[in-house]
């Protein structure tokens, strides 16, 4: 089930984003029908971007992560809380926006993939999945990011030649996903490379993340339309031997 999501578009390192209410969320929300409102993850990610932002320091992206949550580096397969404190500033995400987010029918897991850009104006992709906590809230699992390689030229990537400038985007349409609510009539397809796969409780999602040779995989399969598909089907350099010569 697809559905029409709006998100905040939030604007790129050196300059700051339009925010919204609480109660414009709930109405975004209440537009959704049933527990599953791919619209609960897009406020999220806001409010930890503005969590980041306000704190100036990306750790506080940890304040949103699940115990044992993880990070897919090209280096390897880190815990987040160990890796995340380390990045310099070089690596660290100055601001970033969803434009994917698929969800299961029960609305506990959900993926988001979207545009993020650096501390030094770089921008690139990303993925992040994300569980329903105890408290209602959402929190991270799974996180993997890269930079565009090569990079686009600056008029092209949001950057903008005044870092002091503040640049108000309007709203833009997220594309939100709901898997089937009719249990998958077969066990999700089976996928070759990765780690083992992560399934939601009620068995409409499901994604393997890992390393296949050279590269990171991110693959994620929804029960829509009475049928499996793969719905995310991301691939990142990476190198394990920078893992293997720490």
Not at 91 to 114: H, I, R, Y
Not at 162 to 175: C, K, Q, R, W
Request: aromatic share 8%; net charge negative.
């Amino acid at each position: 089930m697809r559905l029409a999501v709006l998100a905040i578009a939030l604007a790129l390192a050196g300059c700051t984003s339009r925010s919204y209410s609480d109660d414009h969320y709930q109405r975004l929300m209440r537009s959704a029908p049933g527990a599953a409102q791919p619209s609960r993850i897009v406020a999220r990610e806001s409010e930890m971007v503005r969590a980041v932002q306000d704190e100036g320091r990306f750790s506080a992206s940890l304040e949103f992560a699940a115990s044992g949550a993880k990070v897919l580096s090209a280096s390897g397969e880190r815990l987040a809380a160990e890796y995340v404190p380390g990045l310099d500033d070089s690596e660290m995400v100055a601001a970033w926006s969803p434009g994917l987010v698929w969800m299961s029918c029960d609305g506990e897991f959900a993926v988001s993939q979207g545009r993020f850009q650096n501390a030094t104006g770089d921008v690139g992709s990303y993925l992040t999945s994300w569980r329903r906590a105890r408290d209602g809230d959402y929190e991270w699992l799974h996180n993997a990011a890269a930079l565009d390689d090569p990079q686009p030229p600056r008029e092209a990537s949001s950057a903008v030649s005044d870092p002091n400038a503040i640049v108000v985007e309007g709203l833009e349409s997220v594309d939100g996903n709901v898997s089937d609510c009719t249990a998958p009539t077969s066990a999700a397809p089976p996928v070759a490379e990765g780690s083992a796969a992560t399934n939601s409780p009620d068995g409409t999602l499901s994604w393997r993340w890992g390393y296949s040779g050279s590269a990171r995989i991110f693959r994620l399969h929804a029960f829509t339309e009475g049928r499996w598909s793969l719905v995310v089907d991301e691939r990142w350099p990476a190198d394990l031997r920078a893992a293997a010569n720490q």
